[in-house]
């Protein structure tokens, strides 16, 4: 029987933890955060080992209880992952929209998982293709080569698979899992370096983000993607993004805008734009729609 570690952390702040760990969750069907009536379960890769954590709110308590190797290392990340590191004591509302969120929702912060690999991969898996694909690629890589989840975890929950996982992935694999040349070179090759990318969370900021642009495939989109999880980036704009550009643009301007047209407007917040990022994203606003969705892509057809 798996051994339970435990911790009850109050913070001093407002705190929404389904709203705050949302960005962590790849889908409904994700293996490796399921969201229960009564708690919120994570699976994820430490460097001790894999490890799942339950996160329980009880009054102004958070109650933490966490199984496998990496058991304690995730209770001991439990403040950082739900915000207690975010600083925004120096963020203005430049916009009414920004303004209204903040006031509405004082739970809404950064939180950071405080591990690069785990996040890497579900980011990689979403460069230029549709939601529904990147999500299908990592519940089946999960599934098929991550580790079940220690403990009494919900059925069917998996941490991603392990840097050592990935590399013996086959060519076969990788297209039954609907992942392309393109993606599984830039996991093969962050998996390689794995060890040394988790340097990026120490460094942080711009550093960070080029640390993990030094993988062939991990461009700016990508990078920012991973900061904003792995330490709570609070200015890393997921600039290359196919909708963010125009979600900004039409709730901010009532316009299009292309990714140098965002980052102008959004100048001001800096060094919180990604904040102002998802404070636009949490009002529920929406653009225009203008012609019909991308069909996705089944690579393993191909």
């Known amino acids: 029987m798996t051994a339970t570690l435990e911790r009850a952390w109050t913070p001093d702040y407002s705190l929404d933890v389904s709203t705050l760990l949302a960005p962590l969750r790849r889908g409904a069907g994700d293996p490796a ?11 994820g890769n430490t460097t001790a080992g894999v490890g799942t954590l339950a996160l329980r709110r009880s009054g102004s308590e958070v109650l933490a209880r966490a199984w496998g190797p990496g058991a304690a290392d995730l209770l001991d990340g439990v403040p950082a992952l739900l915000g207690a590191e975010d600083d925004d004591s120096d963020f203005q509302a430049h916009h009414p929209i920004v303004a209204e969120v903040r006031r509405r929702m004082p739970g809404l912060r950064l939180g950071a998982v405080g591990r690069v690999w785990d996040v890497l991969v579900a980011a990689v898996l979403e460069q230029k293709v549709t939601g529904f694909e990147a999500r299908r690629s990592w519940r089946e890589l999960c599934r098929r080569f991550g580790t079940p989840a220690p403990g009494p975890a919900p059925a069917g929950m998996f941490a991603p ?4 996982a990935v590399l013996g992935i086959t060519d076969w694999e990788w297209h039954r899992a609907g992942v392309d040349g393109a993606r599984r070179r830039t996991l093969i090759a962050a998996a390689q370096v794995a060890h040394r990318l988790e340097d990026a969370v120490a460094l942080r900021g711009e550093e960070g983000r080029a640390l993990l642009r030094k ?3 991990i461009g700016v989109w990508t990078a920012a993607e991973v900061a904003q999880r792995a330490w709570g980036d609070a200015d890393a704009v997921s600039v290359g993004d196919f909708h963010i550009p125009s979600v900004v643009g039409f709730a901010l301007l009532g316009h299009k805008l292309d990714d140098d047209g965002m980052l102008e407007v959004l100048a001001p917040y800096a ?11 949490a009002s529920g606003f929406r653009k225009p729609r203008f012609g019909p969705r991308f069909a996705p892509r089944d690579y393993r057809s191909l």
Not at 33 to 43: F, H, I, K, M, S
Not at 161 to 164: D, E, G, V
């Open 271 to 281: 060094p919180h734009r990604h904040r102002a990022v998802r404070y636009i994203e």
């Open 33 to 43: 955060l399921r969201r229960e009536p009564d708690a919120v379960w994570l699976a």
């Open 215 to 217: 993988v062939p495939g």
């Open 161 to 164: 698979p392990t840097p050592r």
